[in-house]
């Protein structure tokens, strides 16, 4: 899952930074509201932690923006201890949950999976579908996080199971590179030309050879002919 991170306090951001890359996410940070606002034209993310006391502005305004726009990515408000004010503020601009500094790690961890639930949820009501897809051999289930080859759980890591999730999303729908490639890295990762391709061809010996199509020059289909 890829997310943003809006925040001014450097220190702070690289720890949580390092913490959410070991788990698995990928995450662009932003430091300014200028920064914020320019990232967002040009990616897509699953979630936004978004501190609202910025150099340059208030954070709700990002928010604002995010929600004007139709975007309905889930989003974390991070707040000080003492400032209950702004936690009802984000609430009533379109915050999904907020978070008091300092807070706990697994808290923090917790609230995602919460919120990013609640966002899988929209996706899949927008895709018209359901969080459980059956494809021929393949099964997965969104929610629980748990791809199924007939009858066997596959264990993938978290940049498989993120390639695997967007395309279970739409099975119907050619997957260009280029969005693939947007759901596994932010804007700072150093990228090699044939990550992609490592990817797909990881899932392919987890999954079966036919479960993923390659349409040339056009891209990827999950077709599900895994066993």
Known sequence: MRGLLVEDDLSFASALLGLLKLRGYTV????????AIDKQRFATWDF???DLHLPDGDGLDFLKLLRSN???TPVIVLTAKDQ???RVRGLD??????????FDTEELLARL?????RGLAGEVRAAGGTSVVTVLDLTVDMGRGVAVVAGSPVDLTAKEWSLLRLMALRPDRIHTPDS???SLYGFDDEVGSNTLQVFISSLRRKLGAGCIET?????YRLVGKCA
Request: aromatic share 2%; net charge neutral.
């Open 48 to 50: 936004v932690l978004l």
């Open 180 to 182: 693939l490639m947007r």
């Open 215 to 219: 349409l040339r020059g056009q891209g």
């Open 93 to 102: 601009a379109g915050a999904d949950d907020y978070l008091v500094k300092p």
């Open 113 to 117: 999976r919460a919120v990013s639930r």
């Open 70 to 72: 139709q975007i309905q």
């Open 84 to 86: 209950i004010s702004d």
């Open 28 to 35: 662009d940070a932003a430091h300014t509201l200028a920064d």
